[in-house]
């Protein structure tokens, strides 16, 4: 597929990243270390740490997986990256660089001419992110009108362009309809082409595939794959569901109780899972063809006004030995490329595990 | 392999903590203003005949016509704010008013609540032409002006409290019915009232178990904003000669009476009456838009 | 094999569609077209299918909710076509449901025990303390201690809700529970417990479950059988095992290549089907897959396909077969 277009991609189509590989020439797109947002309320009585030292890095053309149930922060780490917080929380500590800037020191002005164009998100109900008062034209048009300055004929150019790259067929009479008039799938590759429209080097999608159905489920990240191939965009991919992290993430961060318990490539967090969670999300999952029982997790996800002492996760882990009620773990980095935030895991692996807050 | 979950009892000591915890912010964000207004004024109401200093009905031994206030040249003591053209204390007389408008409106708002919430869940759970017919009358009922059609009903009828407070919740019934009704239709849709037929409900326990508890919120919030209304309304009904008869005193009365003296000078006969109405209706704005706001967010969560 | 719990025969149910200028011409949505199954004690039947496939359909009219339009369904025998009186209310006794949403399907100004005990007291006339008894019974059998009872639905998660609604759905020595989508809207581990608790359940009360659902994972986990439903019809049905061993109807295939892998190695399902389901209104010729289908031969365009035993039992509709 022909991508063309000067501004469709950061960097010119040629220079694809293939997955797994990391292109080191310009740094990491995202590199995230120690973030800290905390909610305030009752007058500041009250705080809620939804994100608690968060650290991880993205490269070109990278997929992360950012996994984890309701209430463990991923929802709250991506607002924190494109500074989308609600008032009542803020940033407390930790940098989000993007390409060589750190956003958590810009302005809110700062930061709109950067959302948009340079990160887009994408967000689980389609409707919630289209206006169903305007055409597809004019939604989809907007980044380019405002971003690019692009008027008239080569602006409805590129938008049966965007469209053609979501794969909506007819264009030229899809973008004269409304939202209410599409499909769910179309809406939200819809929802795609807006985002990419701007030609953003960082995406953050937060559980776009939620509402579809299996199929189109499966069509649509066909396409941002095909996409992420041929525009080298680097994606966060933020879900409950593993499947999704099986088939289109590189790499994967877990968060529980708005910690990140588990960082890892994708393969070795399958194959080998360091921290007792996330062996546990894993046995969760039913398995097609398997009629083994389900590994379920005793009791539920804590509040995170009232957090257990030391490990997050001890009252409910199955391997927890009495240093994980007194002291909270920290990072502790393996040899395979792993880090994980457990006691269990310190010193497993004698060359390469050392306790720290680096990132990796 | 059955699994229970771990902390369900603490969840229950947590829950109740969190109650008290909330009861305890609820009192705190009340509208002080408007509870120690409403507050005052029902204890005025309730014990008058203690507070009060001179009988309501009766002229003041020793004291003149068109009293001032006491502060005023010519005020005395003895009469607080005042005497009117019969010479009976204005004070007194504002307190014992404040049992009529008190009893008035509440008891009126009760009254049209009653009527329009059983007609809005009639009209909306059973549907069909039971609604049809229910909301045909409401639009007529909306049609007429309040006060006109009960000002028909009051002379028809014939005055006396009973008469004002079921007329006057005769009159102000519809706009409940149509909220209400409104509240009911979506409540109908929602999956525990689809559950509960499923299970095989009649459709009266379906009204009385899930439909009538759900619309208690905004019946509620309706109902505090509504008593300011029938407190107008029967103030309105007062001043017009067609309500409460005299000699009981009623703000609305007493403003009739003393229309001509405003002109003349004797302001006190028609200011504080005037103001008393101003509280009573502005506290009751005040707490209705409170519970509101109270009200609603929870009934989000639930 | 014992009589069936629930069987379903040629069930059609066809909505009317009021269009053209002044409303006058009227075609029909054919949400279900003729769909045929049977449900044995103790069985789990999974429905699956995307939207627009008539699952939910198929459900309320299994529930009484609407009418069919043709087609029996029978309840341990009897038809439940025109059932009144005591014999419905047998009927909605021993036939209950657990939705999706846990947040809407519990009345939340009833207290737990009341929500509980709701179908006791309309079915049965057992004293307040009977009741109350039996609650605590089936509180424990969901998992939950008994002495929360007294607390109100907003106090609980999600996945604590319903087991409450399981729990109530119980209350009456249900012979079947419709369970639509009951873990969907939870999270991971918590689907776990679920699905752990429904099938304990099953294995210890003997009651039969209608399980539908969109993840074929987790339906092929707790089903015996599966049905496999598009557009108002079954074009495949099978025992869990043999289906997923071995799916034949081209769009269960597709559903298969799109359930999501477990594993990062696992092969990549071949490019999965395009397009989307077509508008109910407008149904394609002959078999109703065929416009979406990559194994699409002339014969597909202009006839139906019949159900016809499959290797290693089951039903498929598919001429690929014939």
Known sequence: MNMGGPDMAPHPPQRSARRG?????????????????????????????????????????????LVGESGSGKTTTCLSIVGLLPRA???????????????TRKSQRELRRIRGRRIAVILQDPMASLNPLFTIFRQVAEPAFFHQQLRGRSLRERVKHLLRAVRIPSPEWRMREYPHQMSGGMRQRIVGAIALAGGPSLVIADEPTTNLDVTIQAQYLDLLKDIQRETGVALIFVTHNLGIVAKMCDKVAVMYAGKLIERAPVRELFDDPKHPYTRALLGAVPKLGSKEPLYSIPGQPPNLANLPAGCSFHPRCPEAVPRCVSEEPGDFHLDDGSVARCWLVEGKNEAGAHRGRTRS | MATIPANTRLASERAAAGRLKSVIKAVREAPQAAVVILGGLMLVAIFADLIAPYEPTLPVQGANVFDPPFWMEGGRAATLLGTDFQGRDILSRLIYGARVSLIVGLMGTLVAGSIGTAMGILAGYVGGWVDQIIMRVTDAWLALPAIVFA????????????????????????????????????????????????????????????????????????????????????????????????????????????????????????????????????????????????????LRNL | ?????????????????????????????????????????????????????????????ILLQETPTAGSI????????????????????????????????????????????????????????????????????????????????????????????????????????????????????????????????????????????????????????????????IVESADSDTLCARPMHPYTKALFAAALPSHPDDPQQERTIAGEVPSALRLPSGCRFHPRCPAAMPVCSEVEPTLQPRDGGGVVACHLYD
């Open chain 1, 21 to 65: 590989e990391a292109t080191a020439r310009l740094g990491p797109v995202l590199e995230v270390s120690d973030l800290q947002t905390h909610f305030f309320s009752f007058g500041g009585t009250r705080v809620v740490k939804a994100v608690d030292r968060v650290s991880f890095t993205l490269h070109e053309g990278e997929t992360l997986g």
């Open chain 1, 89 to 103: 929380a803020r940033i407390v500590g930790g940098s989000v660089v993007f390409e060589g800037e750190d956003l």
């Open chain 2, 151 to 298: 000002i028909f009903l009051a002379a028809m009828v014939g005055p006396s409290m009973w008469n004002i407070i079921v007329i006057l919740g005769g009159v102000y019934w519809t706009r409940y019915a149509r909220v209400i009704r409104g509240e009911v239709l979506t409540l109908r849709e929602r999956e525990f009232v689809k559950l509960a037929e499923i299970a095989g409900a009649s459709k009266l326990r379906v009204i009385k178990r899930h439909i009538l508890p759900n619309v208690m919120n905004t019946a509620t919030v309706l109902a505090s904003l509504t008593v300011g209304v029938v407190i107008i309304a029967e103030a309105s009904l007062s001043f017009l000669g067609v309500g409460v008869p005299p000699p009981q005193p009623a703000w609305g009365l007493m403003l009739s009476e003393a229309r001509s003296t405003l002109m003349a000078g004797q302001w006190w006969l028609t200011v504080f009456p005037g103001l008393c109405i101003l509280l009573i209706v502005l506290a009751t704005q005040l707490f209705g838009d409170w519970l509101r706001v109270r009200l609603d967010p929870q």
């Open chain 3, 1 to 61: 094999m014992a009589e069936p719990v629930l069987e379903v025969r040629g069930l059609k149910k066809h909505f009317p569609v009021r269009h053209g200028l002044l409303g006058r011409r009227k075609t029909w949505v054919k949400a279900v077209d003729g769909v045929d199954f049977a449900i044995h004690p103790g069985e789990t039947l999974g429905l699956i299918g995307e939207s627009g496939c008539g699952k939910t359909t198929t459900s309320k009219l």
């Open chain 3, 74 to 233: 029978a309840f341990e025998g009897r038809d439940i076509a025109g059932l009144e009186g005591t014999e419905l209310m047998a009927y909605r006794r021993a036939v209950q449901v657990v939705f999706q949403d846990p947040f809407s399907s519990l009345s939340p100004r009833m207290r737990v025990e009341d929500i509980i005990a709701e179908p006791l007291e309309i079915h049965t006339d057992l004293s307040r303390a009977a009741i109350g008894k039996r609650v605590g019974e089936v509180l424990e059998l969901v998992g939950l201690q008994p002495d929360v009872a007294p607390l109100f639905p907003h106090e609980f998660s999600g996945g604590q809700r319903q087991r409450i609604a399981i729990a109530r759905a119980l209350a009456t020595n249900t012979r079947l529970i419709v369970l639509d989508e009951p873990v969907s809207a939870l999270d991971v581990s918590v689907r776990a417990q679920i699905i752990n608790q429904l099938e304990h359940l099953q294995r210890t009360l003997g009651v039969s479950y209608l399980f539908i659902g969109h993840d074929l994972a987790t339906v092929a986990h707790i089903s015996h059988r599966i049905a496999v439903m598009y557009l108002g019809k």
